[in-house]
């Protein structure tokens, strides 16, 4: 009867080693796995603000940091502070979204070997921009959406959406720059190029702006 009962025991304490070896094993892993989630995400944030963000960008830049980015058909691309992009191209077009911030297109003209007959559409907010020559700056606020004209000429226009579909594009020449919304697209409005590209000298040019736009623009920096 005692060795019985001992063998018992014995066999007892083997599987609650066993049981707690397992338990440990698998806690180990989890906690590792959340600690790299939670370093991702921390990264995530501290880099671009926005962990679904830096999911989709592309290309991103931090707090106060600029960088030119010179795409696959010639394009070139400059972001502002704090701001991010997603490249979509195809054979049928040239997308690309602005996720956050602000951005300088120059883009290759579609009669390019590289371009093809591609158009050249950049996408923000409810709207989208596209270029009919080459030189525009979009700005992506929390409310709205900035487009000016800096070379040639550009078409702004809302997605086809909702209240929104059917509307009519807008053609925006150099030193033109329109606003638009969820409520749609606004007047058009005359805009220096020097202010509208003040970002890439280090400067912040306000002019009778709403204080909410000036403080979105300060807090990429």
Request: no cysteine; net charge neutral; glycine share 12%.
């Amino acid at each position: 009867v005692h060795g019985g009962d001992m063998a018992s025991t014995a066999g007892k304490d083997h599987a609650s080693k066993g049981h707690w070896f397992s338990w440990n094993r698998t806690g180990r892993t989890g906690a590792w796995l959340g600690a790299m989630l939670l370093v991702w995400v921390m990264g995530a944030v501290w880099i671009g603000g926005d962990p679904s963000i830096a999911m989709l960008a592309d290309h991103r830049t931090g707090m106060a940091e600029t960088r030119r980015i010179l795409l696959d058909d010639g394009s070139l691309v400059e972001l502002g502070a704090d701001s991010a992009i997603a490249v979509n191209y195809d054979g049928s077009e040239r997308r690309i979204e602005l996720l956050r911030g602000q951005a300088f297109f120059s883009a290759t003209s579609t009669g390019t070997a590289q371009a093809g007959k591609r158009p050249f559409i950049v996408e923000a907010g409810q709207g989208q921009t596209r270029a009919l020559g080459t030189q525009f700056v979009v700005e992506r606020l929390p409310e709205k959406t900035w487009v000016t004209g800096i070379e040639h000429q550009v078409e702004v226009s809302l997605k086809a959406a909702g209240d929104l579909a059917g509307a009519q594009a807008v053609v925006l020449s150099p030193g033109e720059s329109i606003r638009y919304d969820h409520r749609g697209l606004k007047t058009v409005q005359t805009r220096d190029a020097s202010q509208a590209l003040a970002w890439q000298r280090g400067l912040l040019v306000f002019n009778n702006e709403p204080l909410s736009d000036v403080i979105a623009r300060r807090e990429r920096y």
